[in-house]
């Protein structure tokens, strides 16, 4: 019985050696099995955004979901929709931005967004609709390169591309096609 009981436990410490000397981490094949290279590095739900400048919020972005990439350059893709408040000098918003789409480059300081894009002005009652515009935090341009509409009280204007300021005050269309009432005939030339 002593014999058997020594078999016994020689036989399981030789299998627990065995089991122990083949348990190797290879470090390779778990960062193979737990890493992927397109993940995200950072996901955020209900994020909000705030760029500031001199202490005075300027841009305030909302999201529902946002996926941050760092690599060469520092991505954020909203897929979820998007909405951004632009901000005048006394904190008032004067301008909001919508998509569906939206990739922030964190690196760069512009804003991508496509897919339903609209952008109001609240003073000028006015709506900029086109597909794809991007926006510059460095000096607070917006433009596009697509088929825009732009509707106000005034009338609808068509183009292909536009250019404003983040306000959505004045704007430029690039090859503008429509009809606008004018105010005041001396404004046009």
Same mark, same amino acid.
């Not at 003073?123 to 900029?128: A, N, R, S």
């Not at 000096?139 to 088929?147: G, P, Q």
């Given at each position: 019985?002593? $014999?058997?009981?020594?078999?016994? @436990?020689?036989?399981? !410490?030789?299998?627990? @050696? ?13 960062? &193979? ?24 919020? &300027? ?5 529902? @979901?946002?996926?941050?990439? &760092? #690599? ?9 929709? !998007? ?25 760069? #300081? ?7 894009? &609209? ?6 009652? $006015? ?27 005034? #009338? ?9 300021? $983040? ?5 430029? !269309? ?6 606008? $009432? !004018? ?7």
């Amino acid at each position: 019985m002593v $014999q058997t009981t020594k078999i016994g @436990l020689i036989s399981l !410490l030789s299998l627990f @050696l065995v089991g122990l000397i083949s348990c190797e981490n290879d470090l390779d094949a778990i960062e &193979r099995i737990s890493f992927d290279a397109h993940s995200p590095d950072e996901t955020t739900k209900n994020l909000k955004m705030i760029y500031a400048d001199e202490g005075y919020a &300027r841009v305030e972005i909302f999201a529902a @979901l946002a996926e941050t990439y &760092r #690599g060469k350059e520092e991505i954020t893709k909203i897929k979820d929709s !998007l909405k951004v408040h632009f901000f005048n000098e006394k904190g008032e918003i004067v301008s909001k931005l919508t998509a569906l789409y939206g990739e922030i480059n964190n690196t760069k #300081g512009t804003l991508m967004v496509r897919d339903s894009v &609209r952008l109001y002005n609240y003073e000028k009652k $006015q709506t900029l609709e086109t597909e794809a515009l991007f926006w510059n935090q460095k000096d607070s341009t917006i433009y596009s390169k697509s088929s825009v509409k732009v509707r106000s009280p005034k #009338g609808t204007l068509f183009g292909e591309g536009i250019r404003t300021k $983040q306000d959505f005050s004045k704007y430029e !269309l690039i090859k503008p096609v429509g009809k606008f $009432q !004018l105010e005041n005939e001396l404004e046009f030339k």
